[in-house]
């Protein structure tokens, strides 16, 4: 007919199955409502379940669930085409009532007013939910601006997501009307796959809007059109709103700007992705953080480009061996702040504190810690060229850069191990804070250790006003050892040869030797490889010889690896071997008459 109808299902506390698909849908002229009414039924939909108004009136459907009702479907569709302009699809789940949907789920405008997909009141009592093991797209294609689409999440409901969560606008026709996920109170929206945001019209068409203490975790990426149609918005009013990026593979932290007045606001962030490969996380752009951010389980990948910074009064977690920043982190402020650093499955933070000469909200650090061996470093001072500033010794296996980049406070400097063994800390009696002040000059800033032998940090003496390298120092050759106790390292012309003869005290998870030599002292090739003994607590000889060593001044140096990779060099050793030549003369004895000449050059 062409008149108003209503249709209800009541569905309370009993059960409506369909072994195949069930459609539901108005193609008529007229005024009227479809409406399944449920308090603690169960509809149970074997195949897929389709909410259709493309009809030519105004048209109202309504799902209402109220007490703890379910429904469950493999496909779930709902889509307005109808021409009549005045339609609307309402699905609202409310209390403890559940959707589950084992496949997709499609909504979707075509024509027609607003779908509305609400979980609570805005109450704080509902713990509704939505649970989509496939993807869930939002479709607005509506022609006329005040179309809507609004799924709103509120009170402790939650929203899974086990794919794709898609949000896509055309905005045609004068432009889309409001396309909003809302999430309030304490909602939980959990995207197992990319949060895609397509929207190539402009400002202001696409948005998630989070409120309260409400939380979105990301599985995958926020992906949006490329620059300059990279719109989409996720909006935060409360600094209480949490963004987690909890993937099980790797994810990229997304870029906070995005085209004209859209971009991502973070307030609190966390990081808890437990991908099996470092980093974990890549960020796609330079990101600044005015809240805090949580490192609970993956590593983060920034650089001097895509750089992550910290605003004044932002806050970090110090991180763990399982969760750091590996790459330069920023932290604008004058206040006391850990880096949570770390490299290669390292985990080293730095902190600065205690800050004197009028630190300033606007100062700003900059570090990034290393594991490996700066060049400046050194195993004995007594074989150490520049200045070391009774320093016996300086760590060859880590370093941090520690830089100020705006301001004039000067703080302590703390530096952290996490795993003595690792950093090759046997007391920390001994133990202060190297500072590379010069090009080969070392400055000893004293050092108060605190924490346990097995984990703790050693905080400078002083306070720093100039800043380059830092890493840890030993005053005494008695603790501290290195990986490798080297006693003496010696390269000896010997003839048309050259000899190489090197000892150790001690070795700790030593792999092997490598001598190297170069014809500039910066350029070097491999010569020989040796096995290390592993571990060794008594003195060892090792010799190898260079059988084809270079004409004239050539250098010398010991490469030292171990089992994990990491290595470290010894100081250079020249040798001076004067090119000479021979000449030889064969076959000898000669019983045919026939001499051969050959004229050779050491060396070559």
Not at 26 to 39: C, L, N, P, Q, R
Not at 133 to 151: C, E, K, M, P, R
Not at 424 to 432: G, P, R, W, Y
Request: aromatic share 10%; proline share 2%; charged share 15%.
């Amino acid at each position: 007919s062409m008149g108003a109808e209503e249709v209800v299902l009541n569905l309370d506390n009993g059960d409506f199955n369909v072994d195949g698909d069930f459609y539901w849908f108005d193609t008529k002229a007229g005024t009227d409502v479809i409406e399944a009414d449920m308090d603690g039924g169960t509809m149970t939909i074997g195949d897929s379940l389709y909410i259709l108004a493309n009809g030519n009136g105004a048209m109202d459907f309504f799902i209402d669930m109220d007490g703890s009702s379910t429904i469950n479907a493999g496909y779930f569709v709902a889509e307005l085409t109808g021409q009549g302009g005045n339609e609307e699809i309402l699905i609202d789940i409310d209390n403890s009532s559940v959707i589950n949907v084992t496949n997709n789920m499609l909504c979707q405008i075509n024509t027609g007013n607003d779908f509305e997909l609400h979980l609570g009141q805005n109450t704080g009592s509902s713990t509704a939910q939505l649970n989509v093991t496939g993807d869930l797209t939002l479709d607005h294609n509506g022609a006329v601006g005040a179309d809507d689409i609004q799924f709103i999440i509120n009170d402790d409901a939650i929203v899974t997501i086990g794919g794709v969560f898609t949000m896509d606008t055309d905005g045609s026709a004068g432009g889309a009307g409001n396309f909003y996920t809302r999430l309030n109170n304490n909602a939980i929206l959990s995207v197992g796959s990319n949060l895609v945001m397509d929207n190539t019209t402009g400002s202001g068409y696409l948005e998630i809007e989070m409120n309260n203490s409400s939380t979105l975790r990301l599985g995958g990426n926020v992906v949006r059109n490329s620059a300059p149609n990279n719109f989409g918005l996720i909006s935060s009013s409360a600094t209480t709103t949490t963004i987690e990026y909890n993937g099980t593979g790797a994810q990229v932290f997304a870029d906070e700007d995005g085209a004209g007045t859209d971009g991502i606001e973070y307030e609190l962030v966390i990081i808890n992705n437990t991908f099996g490969t470092e980093p974990q996380l890549t960020m796609e752009a330079p990101v600044t953080l005015d809240n805090n951010i949580t490192f609970t389980d993956g590593v983060l990948q920034t650089t001097s480009v895509n750089i992550l910074s910290l605003a004044d009064n932002a806050t970090a977690t110090i991180g763990s061996a399982d969760s750091y920043v590996s790459g330069p982190l920023s932290k604008t402020g004058d206040d006391d702040f850990v880096f949570p650093l770390g490299k290669s499955g390292n985990w080293a933070p730095l902190g600065i504190s205690n800050m004197i000469n009028g630190p300033a909200a606007t100062d700003v650090f900059s570090a990034e810690y290393f594991s490996g061996t700066h060049a400046q470093t050194f195993l004995d001072s007594n074989d150490y060229a520049g200045d070391n500033d009774d320093l016996f010794n300086t760590s060859i296996v880590e370093y941090w850069d520690l830089s100020r980049d705006n301001g004039n406070a000067e703080p302590q400097v703390s530096l952290y191990w996490g795993d003595n063994t690792a950093s090759f800390i046997t007391d920390t009696a001994e133990l202060v804070v190297a500072h590379l002040t010069g090009a080969t000059a070392w400055t000893n800033e004293g050092g108060a250790a605190s924490g346990a032998l097995a984990a703790g940090n050693v905080r400078s003496n002083s306070h720093i006003s100039s800043f380059s390298v830092f890493t840890f120092g030993s005053t005494s050759s008695a603790v501290n050892p290195l990986p490798i106790e080297l006693l003496s390292f010696d390269a000896t012309a010997i003839g048309n040869i050259v000899e190489l003869n090197w000892s150790t005290a001690s070795e700790i998870d030593n792999a092997y030797f490598t001598i190297e030599r170069s014809h500039d002292a910066y350029n070097f090739s491999e010569v020989i490889t040796i096995p290390g003994a592993g571990d060794s607590q008594q003195i060892l000889a090792y010799e190898a010889v260079d059988e084809r060593p270079l004409s004239g001044t050539s250098y010398y140096r010991l490469k030292q690896t171990d089992v994990d990779g990491n290595f470290t060099y010894s100081s250079l050793r020249a040798v001076s071997f004067n090119a000479s030549k021979q000449l030889a003369v064969f076959p000898n004895p000669n019983e045919t008459g026939e001499l051969f000449f050959n004229q050779t050059v050491d060396g070559m």
